[in-house]
Nanobody
Framework: QVQLVESGGGLVQAGGSLRLSCTASGRIGSNYVMGWFRQAPGKEREFVAAISWSVGNTYYTDSVKGRFAISKDNAKNMVYLQMNSLNPEDTADYYC????????????????WGRGTQVTVSS
């Protein structure tokens, strides 16, 4: 069983940066993919980024390419999401998720979830 805990959310002005962290407990195998999703008020949950635990291949949704960067620290069982050039449209609850297998872009394909951390970007 894998438990995920997010941290690092908060209030930031447009143009600013935040780094989200996801602490994973339990065994994260080499065949895992770690992902970040977000859900804005009144909107559906959407994929943000993912990274393969072993090789480190990264995947991003188009709206965050060039602004966000996902990374990992295998030794610490940590996944990060560096968010730069934030804009009000990035305001959402951000969730860390994990799945076994290849990277997927649908939240329904992920088996393990954190409780989320809130990010608010003011204009």
């Amino acid at each position: 069983q894998v438990q995920l805990v997010e941290s690092g959310g908060g209030l930031v002005q447009a143009g600013g940066s935040l780094r989200l962290s996801c602490t994973a407990s339990g065994r994260i195998g080499s065949n895992y993919v770690m992902g970040w999703f977000r859900q804005a008020p009144g909107k559906e949950r959407e994929f943000v980024a993912a990274i393969s635990w072993s090789v480190g291949n990264t995947y991003y949704t188009d709206s965050v390419k060039g602004r966000f960067a996902i990374s990992k620290d295998n030794a610490k069982n940590m996944v990060y999401l560096q968010m730069n050039s934030l804009n009000p449209e990035d305001t959402a609850d951000y969730y860390c998720a994990a799945r076994i297998g290849v990277a997927r872009y649908s939240g329904t394909d992920y088996s393990f979830w954190g409780r989320g951390t809130q990010v608010t970007v003011s204009s």
